[in-house]
């Protein structure tokens, strides 16, 4: 799990300060045509910086640590385990707009269960992170698998992408559906159909 644990900044240069940071907002309030020294807007660039440092915590969190409390004693429950639903915002990485979805995370357990509540942390260690849909898909069920070691896990998620919906091509409405299958869901369609069935997506049997 080393190469999740590291923010990925790989090849980026120093981190600017929070000052520059501002400077770059101010810059663009007034490229889009506005006067970053009016009342409104005097604040914003702050604002902006202090948004985008919550929107992207996720660079300074591991997924390790989001999964680091697991448990052995689950009463021999060996089946598989699925949070459907957990809610997120990402943001794209080729326009830093808002991509507004749900993810579905099972695993089948190994050794060990985590808190349920962990795998909705670790959909947000990948999701707080300027993303594709197809890599933040694939990040979420690959820690899961590194990190909890499980026969397999599965992800799916579906969302809208706020660059598609509002600008381009202005299709709103119009969501994007990716899946992560590892271990034995990879090696065996028949648990990608349950999987899918449990979703209420797959054809019944
Ligand atoms: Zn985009």
Not at 58 to 81: K, Q
């Amino acid at each position: 799990v080393k190469h999740f644990a590291q923010p990925a900044r790989e090849g980026a240069g120093a981190r600017p300060g929070r000052e520059e940071a501002e400077a770059a907002v101010r810059t663009l309030i007034a490229y889009v045509g506005d006067d970053p020294d009016r009342e409104g807007l005097i604040e914003t660039p702050a604002r902006v910086v202090r948004a985008w440092e919550e929107l992207c915590r996720g660079y300074r969190e591991s997924p390790a640590a989001a999964l680091e409390r697991t448990f052995e004693d689950v009463g021999g429950y060996d089946d598989l385990v699925l949070v459907r639903d957990i809610p997120f915002v990402s943001h794209c990485e080729h326009h830093m707009l808002p991509i507004l979805g749900r993810a579905h995370v099972a695993y089948y357990p190994g050794e060990v269960v985590v808190g349920l509540s962990k795998l909705a942390r670790l959909v947000d260690v990948f999701a707080k992170r300027l993303q594709t849909q197809e890599k933040l898909n694939t990040e979420i069920a690959d820690a899961l698998h590194a990190t909890l070691k499980p026969r397999g896990a599965a992800v799916m998620i579906d969302a809208e992408h706020l660059c598609m919906s509002l600008r381009g091509a202005c299709k709103g409405g119009a969501r994007t559906v990716t899946t992560r299958f590892t271990g034995l869901f990879r090696d065996d369609p028949g648990e990608q159909l349950r999987f899918l069935a449990l979703l209420g997506r797959g054809e019944p049997g």
